[in-house]
């Protein structure tokens, strides 16, 4: 049961870093825009609104710092998520090797997430042949 569990933390792993990597890369295509454009707020001082000390102006070299930082780690996400699809792949290859009823239980356990006794129930089974037949594809 292990390997099945690892299997599916591998495959939540791999969303978490699509997104991660989603995330990185929208901030720093803000940070550059901000970096082109510059902030949008700077004119000539006009006394007769109230001042806005909401605003916080960040330094261009704090800035360029900050995009080279999340550009080093976009890469090594990028790398990490990779190597996380590669061991997916194995895995997943691993899995058609199977035959007969142990690929219907190895498959209906890693890629539809289902429990023993759904599985049981499609397949016309008892649980306990289920719970038989996942051990011997684990070991």
């Given at each position: 049961m292990n390997s099945i569990n690892s299997y599916q933390d591998l495959c939540r792993e791999i969303e978490v870093l699509e997104i991660r990597i989603e995330s990185i890369e929208a901030e720093i295509k803000h940070l550059r825009k901000l970096m082109i454009q510059g902030p949008k707020d700077i004119t000539a001082i006009d006394y007769s609104k109230e001042s806005n000390k909401n605003i916080v102006h960040i330094p261009l070299d704090i800035l360029i710092d900050r995009v080279e930082k999340l550009e080093d780690k976009l890469v090594i996400f990028k790398e990490i998520l990779e190597e996380k699809i590669q061991y997916k792949e194995k895995i997943?290859?691993?899995?058609?090797?199977?035959?007969?009823?142990?690929?219907?239980?190895?498959?209906?356990?890693?890629?539809?997430?289902?429990s023993v006794e759904n599985?049981?129930?499609?397949?016309?089974?008892?649980?306990?042949?289920?719970?038989?037949?996942?051990?011997?594809?684990?070991t």
């Open positions: 997943e290859s691993l899995l058609k090797k199977f035959d007969g009823i142990q690929y219907k239980v190895m498959y209906l356990k890693l890629k539809e997430n289902m599985i049981a129930e499609t397949l016309g089974y008892s649980e306990r042949q289920i719970y038989r037949i996942l051990k011997e594809c684990s």
